[in-house]
T-cell receptor
Framework: DIVLTQSPATLSLSPGERATLSCGAS???????LAWYQQKPGLAPRVLIY???TRAPGIPDRFSGSGSGTDFTLTISRLEPEDFAVYYC?????????FGQGTKVEIK | QVQLVQSGAELKKPGASVKVSCKAS????????ISWVRQAPGHGPEWVGW????????NYAQKFQGRVTMTIDTSTSTAYMELKSLRSDDTAVYYC????????????????WGQGTLITVSS
């Protein structure tokens, strides 16, 4: 199985700042088949980005994804109060699909 | 809008079984499959398995093989997941999520997700 390692575990930032989250894969992710999810307390994850860089419908353009192979990045250009949450990456290029352990973006 | 509504929380003893339901609405049920994903407290999501709503194909994660059974009732647009021989480390929130796959072995990104069902295993 492909292991996804997210860093940092916690990111402490202020509203308006830029957030950069990383996701590293233990082997190359086929066809950039990587998604990013946002999860708020008590709620289910919701997809933000799929195919490494395509925003899901309704997702604001301050969220962007990049990367290929084994290194992927989620960038939030300017943090809004509602963006403080936990973010997970998921690869679906190889079976089984696997998730990272998450990065918590908290208010500084 | 697409919606997945799951059954309520359950408390089970070790060794027991649990069956969780997931009722879909807002889309053509038989055009997609359903993935089940669990999330233990403080951990990332873990994929449990997938079932097609159009072919009855299934694909279970290896660690759950022999303990999990996924079924579909197309007449009610409902998916079910049964997990047997429960252990304390099965305690988690279990989510269903819509997921299209071209074959059972080619995963995709599941979306949207149900609200989750907390399964607690404790004596």
């Amino acid at each position: 199985d492909i292991v996804l390692t997210q860093s940092p575990a916690t990111l402490s930032l202020s509203p308006g700042e830029r957030a950069t989250l990383s996701c590293g894969a233990s082997q190359s992710v086929t066809a950039s088949s990587l998604a990013w999810y946002q999860q708020k307390p008590g709620l289910a994850p919701r997809v933000l980005i799929y195919d490494a860089s395509t925003r899901a419908p309704g997702i604001p353009d301050r969220f962007s994804g990049s990367g290929s192979g084994t290194d992927f990045t989620l960038t939030i250009s300017r943090l809004e109060p509602e963006d403080f949450a936990v973010y997970y990456c998921q690869q679906y290029g190889s079976s089984p699909g696997t998730f990272g352990q998450g990065t918590k973006v908290e208010i500084k | 809008q697409v919606q997945l509504v799951q059954s309520g929380a359950e408390l089970k003893k070790p060794g027991a079984s649990v069956k969780v339901s997931c009722k879909a609405s807002g889309y053509t049920f038989t055009s997609y499959g359903i993935s089940w994903v669990r999330q233990a407290p403080g951990h990332g999501p873990e994929w449990v398995g997938w079932i097609s709503a159009y072919s009855d194909d299934t694909n279970y994660a290896q660690k759950f093989q022999g303990r999990v059974t996924m079924t579909i009732d197309t007449s009610t647009s409902t998916a079910y997941m049964e997990l047997k021989s429960l252990r304390s480390d099965d305690t988690a929130v279990y989510y269903c999520a819509r997921e299209f796959r071209s074959s059972a072995w080619t995963p995709n990104w599941p979306d949207p997700w149900g609200q989750g069902t907390l399964i607690t295993v404790s004596s």
